[in-house]
């Protein structure tokens, strides 16, 4: 967990470092901007960029399929553990979700503009302020507050107890057999539990790759879907475009990991 609160740490601080910057960047130019931004952002491990593209689309300067193809390429919390597990397949699948996240927004804002699909969007001049203050109020309210007390505890739990799950698994449910014999059940298990907005539920399919159990595709599939706790302030802000971006993640996700299952991945 030492390296999982490091990676968390190194996180936080790009992100104080880059706010105030991406709408100035974002303003003016092609819209490839918002994709590549999005994605990159969605791609950080942690809460961090997904909650950045949710400001950014609630004030205008990302569309829908930017911040769909951001959440496609979010992993939330559990990136932090999958690079402390298994840090080279870790970051294959990071890149893959990142280029497929830049893909993704594309496509949405097609077929948004095909079915005139009304967002609840409106667009209004981001303000991010940057608060500039001392080192003790980053250790109160980034250190202690955000990553120790909101975050840390949580992923150290899940994480424990998606390692007892699968050690008592193998030991007394046969989890091995089981995964042999339903493959696709799993991977379509991870699409679903995907849906839920909250980090935590993806450490089982995490740990269940940690310990060879599952293939790459079913790790893919619930990497895709779930984006950790970053659609919260989104379902906040409006459910109809919440449940779009969801359903195509989901869609496009469970499609994806197919294609992989049934190439041997």
């Known amino acids: 967990m030492l390296l999982v609160f490091l990676m968390m740490v190194i996180v936080d601080l790009l992100n104080i470092w880059t706010k105030g910057k991406l709408s100035r960047f974002l303003r003016n130019g092609p819209k490839i901007k918002q994709y590549i931004t999005a994605s990159s952002l969605g791609a950080l491990p942690g809460c961090y960029g997904a909650f950045t593209n949710v400001s950014l689309y609630v004030h205008g300067l990302i569309s829908l399929g930017a911040l769909t193809g951001a959440m496609a390429a979010a992993s939330g919390d559990e990136a932090f553990v999958m690079l402390a597990l298994f840090p080279k397949t870790a970051i294959v699948l990071i890149i893959i979700l990142f280029i497929l996240g830049i893909l993704v927004g594309w496509i949405v804002d097609e077929v ?41 505890w949580k992923t150290g739990l899940w994480t424990f107890g998606a390692l007892l799950f699968v050690e008592f698994g193998v030991q007394y449910l046969h989890l091995n057999s089981f995964s042999t014999q339903y493959p696709l059940l799993l991977l379509l298990f991870a699409a679903l539990l995907g849906l839920i907005p909250e980090s935590g539920p993806h450490m089982i399919f995490i740990s269940l790759f940690a310990n060879g159990i599952i293939p790459f595709s079913v790790l893919f599939t619930s990497a895709f879907v779930q984006d950790g706790h970053g659609m919260l302030p989104m379902l906040a802000y409006s459910v109809k475009d919440s449940v779009l971006i969801k359903a195509m993640n989901l869609g496009i996700g469970t499609s994806l990991g197919l294609i992989l299952f049934f190439m041997g991945f």
Do not use: A, N, P
């Open 112 to 152: 948004i503009v095909k079915v005139k699909f009304k967002t609840c969007i409106d667009c209004k001049e981001q303000q991010i302020h940057s608060h500039k203050r001392g080192f003790l109020h980053y250790l109160k309210e980034h250190i202690w507050k955000h990553i120790l007390r909101k975050h840390l």
